[in-house]
């Protein structure tokens, strides 16, 4: 599901399509999609193979925020966890370093280009291969995503796989009710705590670890004001 198509679920569930209301809900969506993808490690964060991606020397250095792709679509990476070369038809592992640690090895042929062994960052999202590349090499990269801030009425997917949007719903409705001072609020908390159970559960059966943290309750999430 789309971020706007949550807000207007959850807007038809509360009948209420103000445009101030509107502002609180898509507000309080990006505050629990956040709160929740950062509860725990949640195995649907890691990309464990992007898409094969032919790169160039026109398309050095690699932002990891748009150059990415996965499905023939761009996908923000939070961190690169592995890169590898597939040129050949082999996974060939490129070993991650940093500049100061190339400057130090290879202190006299710096500038040396050819099939690449490390890949290092030149800022906290543009990487660079060493050595450089002198022609077209496919590559296959495995990354975690990157939690974004979502506009209004954005059609941007949200990272929560539909299988467990509820659990975003019903925190969000658990706010909403909350503000308004609804009783109904309890409901949606009772709800929202049993699909997170279930859904830890279910990704605990999935490839990858999870690991453990402090369930998300209410006293961690913001404080509702007026304004909220």
Known sequence: MNFNALVGAIQVELNDYSSRSKTRIE???NECHRSIC??????FLVVRESDTMTIGT???P???ETDIEVSSSAV??????????????T?????????????????????????PDFWYYLDNKNIQFFPTLEEDRDFIFSFQ???ITYATSATTALLIPDEYVDVLQELVLYKAYRYKTDDRANACFENYTMLLDAMIKAESNKTGIIYDQPRLMPARLPLLSDDS
Do not use: C
């Not at 592992?93 to 090895?105: E, F, G, K, N, P």
């Open 58 to 60: 026109a398309d050095m």
């Open 145 to 147: 995503k990157k939690l």
């Open 76 to 89: 923000a990476a939070q961190n690169v966890l592995s890169i590898y070369d597939v040129t050949d038809g």
């Open 27 to 29: 507000k309080w969506v």
């Open 38 to 43: 950062q509860s725990r490690r949640w195995s």
């Open 91 to 115: 996974h060939e592992y490129i070993q991650m370093t940093t500049l100061d640690q190339l400057r130090d090895s290879f202190p006299t042929d710096y500038g040396q280009a050819g099939a």
């Open 62 to 64: 690699i932002d990891i």
